[in-house]
């Protein structure tokens, strides 16, 4: 983001959980649409999970009732739990942040966004 910091990143087994955190600084959860995405090599980011203004949450159909994405506006940072994590998830995933519009914040795309994360590697393995 301006300024961030992603950490939760790492290497599990397929079946396992992970929880990526992203600590902004330089704008507000609270009035920003909060996404992440991942990307795997030659291939576009993707969105996986999105937040408008710190309530209304949006999954790709790949996260749906796996992923769980939150906000903590005391801490101003955003949250992507990963459960029942499969090889197919295996990806960098990256925090983005922007001043969108709520019918933009769902099903996002990546050119919208003008702050990210630096990325963390999640590694999957069978």
């Known amino acids: 983001l301006v300024d961030s910091v992603e950490s939760g990143g790492g290497s599990v087994q397929a079946g396992g959980s992970l929880t990526l955190s992203c600590t902004a600084s330089g704008l507000s959860v609270r009035d920003h649409c909060l996404a992440w995405f991942r990307q795997v090599p030659g291939r576009d980011r993707v969105a996986v999970a999105s937040?408008?203004?710190?309530?209304?949450?949006w999954y790709h159909d790949s996260a749906k009732g796996r992923f769980i994405a939150s906000v903590d506006k005391e801490k101003n940072g955003v949250y992507l739990q990963m459960d029942r994590l499969q090889p197919e998830d295996t990806a960098k995933y990256y925090c983005?942040?922007?001043?969108?519009?709520?019918?933009?914040?769902?099903?996002?795309?990546?050119?919208?966004?003008?702050?990210w994360g630096q990325g963390i590697q999640v590694t999957v393995s069978s």
């Open positions: 983005a942040a922007d001043s969108l519009a709520p019918k933009y914040c769902s099903d996002p795309r990546s050119h919208l966004f003008d702050y």
């Open positions: 937040v408008y203004m710190g309530d209304d949450s």
